[in-house]
């Protein structure tokens, strides 16, 4: 019986990859009431006051849990922005269903993201290009569009402004 416990909770865990969380250790951010001050840089720089959940997430490189994000079944027409510096990162052309559980997308806007090997070398963390903002992950070979690419964002992460709102 322990053993059928055991294997469940091994594939739970390697079905949830994304969620896994890496420990912030190379980039101390104090988090004030509407800014961000990186620790050592003297530098202060106006972002979007965060929430204690969205912090966890964007500052300290944590995980939504899957399946509870804002956009995961979003189809609207629009455009993806930073949370925390308001950086269009995302087209809504180029999001699809991957049934990961978090929004996936499948390119960024042109310098948008950056990417980082996360120290366990299995993954590939995707940053704001603009603010460093914690977004997910990015994976590749699976196959799932023609670009075998799948950005794997927390919701939280973003903002969407549908396409219609820049129109008036």
Not at 14 to 19: E, I, M
Not at 25 to 49: C, F
């Amino acid at each position: 019986m322990s053993y059928k416990i055991i294997t469940a909770v091994l594939i739970a865990a390697s079905l949830q990859a994304c969620s896994q969380q890496q420990p912030n250790t190379n980039n101390k951010t104090v988090t004030t009431m509407d800014s961000t001050k990186h620790a050592g840089s003297g530098k202060e720089s106006k972002y979007r006051k965060l929430t204690p959940e969205e912090e966890r997430v964007i500052v300290d490189k944590g995980t939504e849990a899957p399946f509870t994000g804002q956009y995961e079944k979003t189809t609207a027409k629009g455009t993806y922005v930073c949370k925390r510096c308001g950086a269009p990162l995302y087209k809504s052309d180029n999001k699809f269903d991957a049934h990961c559980g978090w929004p996936a997308f499948d390119d960024e806007i042109p310098g948008a993201v950056k990417r980082i090997p996360d120290p366990d070398g299995m993954r590939t963390e995707i940053e704001c290009a603009n603010c460093g903002a914690h977004l997910g992950h990015v994976f590749t070979g699976e196959g799932f569009t023609s670009t075998n690419t799948r950005h794997c964002v927390n919701s939280i992460s973003l903002v969407f402004i549908p396409a219609d709102s820049t129109k008036k």
